[in-house]
């Protein structure tokens, strides 16, 4: 069972309203103001620059979702704010609550109304934020619900770090887990009534991260600010279709961030009818890079594959990626095919994945199922936003499922 929780806000008219307005134009979210712009507008009003630096903190350290939730700021100020500015550029379009994990997915309108989505993963002691880069995809993975309408445009650095607060502000106040730095001796606190905060960040939801590189690095950069957010670069993996440029181009950042690689299957012939974009790379080149991100950041690769039930998850298609990633410090993660509406794919049998495993260990090649979570509420990639999509083109009523 999970529970949906739909959210009323601006535009959006409640039963028996009156005739609905046309909406002003929304407000640019403080997060993607640049300092430098920010600090002008406070000089204007005569506030000294170290206000921007408590707005951000306000938000990222402490959770407040309003302006006037930001209590170490003057009145006036924070009534001249919410003239100008949002906290946040996007709205709570649905909050999907699987009981059963404790996974929240988040489908957020963004201030041009396109739709992404965002998910918080609960494992133990860990709370993952999982975050979209664009509004849908252009990499064209046949199995992948993101990527069924194309890619739309990148997210910006603002957006990016907004799901990341959203999602945050969904955890609650762990007081086991420290600040990075804090010891018994000198405790690292947080803020009275401040929310708990992400252990972990994968860059696996909506789009190719690394098509989107530059915003993506300036968000992972406020999220590992120990004034904020606080993820260290140890806790954050990025995602990727393989892309050999940007792959070399994340190495010579110089960051200790993970590197997942959606490799899919061990040959070309295979991997293109899974991965079209496979054609303009090929898998030895993306190997290459992969191998040169793992020399220069000493950070270990894993290549991701989905399992398709009689696609790529037979004998021969495990002997052939033993074969492949067999001598390399690599790591397989194989994620059982969540079903999709409108896509012919099914979930492998248990015995054919346990071949996989096991032909994958016999060649030394560590390898691990990942769990399945949110299965209830539709958290793999794209399926929620595409439902929310489809609902909003047909007046709110629910759309016909695709043919299969």
């Known amino acids: 069972m999970s529970l949906t929780l739909p959210l009323l806000g601006p535009g959006r008219d409640a039963p028996g309203a009156g005739p609905a307005t046309t909406p002003a134009a929304p407000l640019p979210g403080v997060l993607d103001v640049p300092a430098d712009a920010l600090r002008a507008w406070l000089a204007a009003r005569g506030q000294p620059p170290m206000r921007a630096n408590q707005i951000r903190r306000q938000i990222l350290a402490n959770g407040a979702t309003s302006f006037d939730a930001m209590s170490d700021l003057p009145k006036p100020l924070r009534a001249d704010l919410a003239t100008s500015f949002a906290v946040f550029s996007t709205r709570v379009e649905r909050h999907l609550h699987a009981p059963s994990d404790d996974t929240h997915k988040l489908v957020l309108r963004l201030a041009d109304d396109r739709m992404i989505e965002c998910v918080l993963i609960r494992d133990g002691g860990r709370a993952t934020a999982c975050v979209s880069t664009q509004v849908g995809c252009g990499m064209g993975c046949v199995f992948c619900a993101s990527g069924l309408n194309g890619v739309v445009r990148n997210l910006t650095a603002g957006e990016i770090v907004e799901q990341l607060v959203r999602l945050r502000n969904l955890v609650g106040a762990n007081p086991e887990r420290p600040r990075r730095g804090a010891s018994a001796n000198h405790p690292v606190a947080d803020a009275p009534g401040s929310p708990g905060r992400l252990t972990h960040v994968v860059v696996m939801g909506m789009g190719e991260p690394l098509a989107n590189l530059d915003n993506l690095l300036a968000a992972l950069a406020v999220a590992g600010d120990r004034g904020g957010l606080d993820i260290g670069q140890r806790h954050v993996t990025i995602s990727t279709v393989g892309l050999p440029a940007k792959i070399r181009r994340l190495a010579d950042a110089g960051k200790q961030y993970h590197l997942a690689v959606s490799l899919h299957a061990p040959t070309d012939a295979l991997r293109t009818r899974i991965v079209p974009t496979n054609t303009g790379t090929g898998i030895p080149a993306i190997l290459e890079a992969a191998d040169e991100f793992y020399a220069k950041t000493g950070r270990q690769v894993t290549y991701e594959c989905v399992v ?19 001598g390399r410090k690599a790591h397989v993660n194989l994620i059982p095919w969540n079903d999709v509406d409108g896509l012919p794919y099914r979930r492998p049998a248990e015995a054919d994945l346990r071949n996989l495993v096991d032909t994958l260990r016999r060649a030394g090649v560590s390898v691990k199922v990942r769990k399945r979570k949110g299965a209830e509420i539709d ?11 489809q609902e909003a083109a047909t007046g709110g009523e629910p759309a016909a499922p695709a043919p299969g």
């Open 308 to 326: 398709l039930g009689g696609l790529n998850d037979g004998p021969t298609r495990a002997a052939e990626l033993a074969r492949l990633l067999a």
């Open 379 to 389: 958290a793999a990639c794209g399926q929620l936003r595409r439902k929310a999509e």
